[in-house]
């Protein structure tokens, strides 16, 4: 079946820093990728996907990088702040079908 | 334009009593999706809806759980005989089409099941 996992249920990173957040996938079908972030309370929020053509992908202050040989996913936050502590989800997609399969979550923690 | 809603925000109910969950998309989407979260996990997939094909039901957990969709508009999810471990957040997404679009989700429904 479908495996989304991520290598780091918690990560604290100091205001100011880079964070990087991990997702492993097991599907070499996955066609398509997305991270959200989600508050406390809230639905998770889009930030950023990417698609299999792809290796990189940038948006505003994110980065997300698409290894495929690996199927490994990972998002990077540059100069974190306090507003991005939140958990983030990876999620994909297969070209064979609609389901969107989520990882557990990392929980970010920004320390002022 | 509004974004998905979602009613209501909180519900209780005794085990054994059936609840009803409103999901209302993004006018224009296609595509609707329910998912269970429990606490401090990822999101479980439910089922979802795609124009006016047959739904994916692949990922109800049994038959207590079921769902409809009128047309491209307002989704109900229904659990029946409501057991303690239906108690979650149950999030709905809309999203343009199914399958590789970016799904736009609503504030969810926590159940609670006493």
């Known amino acids: 079946g479908e495996s989304v996992g991520l290598h780091l249920p918690t990560l604290s990173v100091q205001e100011g820093d880079n964070s990087i957040i991990n997702c492993a996938y097991s599907?070499?079908?996955?066609?398509?990728f997305i991270w959200y972030k989600q508050e406390s309370g809230k639905g998770p929020q889009f930030i950023i996907d990417?698609?299999?053509?792809?290796d990189k992908r940038q948006g505003q202050r994110v980065t997300v990088l698409l290894n495929k040989t690996v199927k490994h996913l990972s998002l990077q936050i540059a100069a974190t702040q306090p507003g991005d502590s939140a958990v983030y989800f990876c999620?994909?997609?297969?070209?064979?079908?609609?389901?969107?399969?989520f990882g557990t979550g990392t929980s970010l923690t920004v320390i002022p | 334009g509004a974004g998905v809603s979602q009613s209501p925000s909180n519900k209780v109910t005794e085990k054994g009593k059936d609840v009803e969950l409103r999901c209302d998309p993004i006018?224009?989407?296609?595509?609707l999706y329910w998912y269970r979260q429990r606490l401090g996990q990822g999101l479980e997939f439910l089922i979802y809806?795609?124009?006016?094909?047959?739904?994916?039901k692949s990922g109800l957990p049994s038959d207590r759980f079921s769902a409809e969709r009128t047309g491209e508009s307002v989704s109900t999810l229904t659990i029946q005989r409501t057991q303690q471990e239906d108690s979650a957040v149950y999030l709905c997404?809309?999203?343009?089409?199914?399958?590789?679009?970016?799904?736009?989700f609503g504030p969810g429904t926590r159940l609670t099941v006493t």
């Open positions: 997404a809309s999203s343009f089409l199914a399958g590789a679009y970016e799904q736009y």
């Open positions: 599907n070499s079908a996955s066609d398509y």
């Open positions: 990417i698609r299999s053509n792809m």
């Open positions: 999620a994909e997609t297969p070209n064979t079908g609609n389901q969107f399969y």
């Open positions: 006018s224009g989407h296609t595509a």
């Open positions: 809806f795609q124009g006016n094909s047959a739904p994916d």
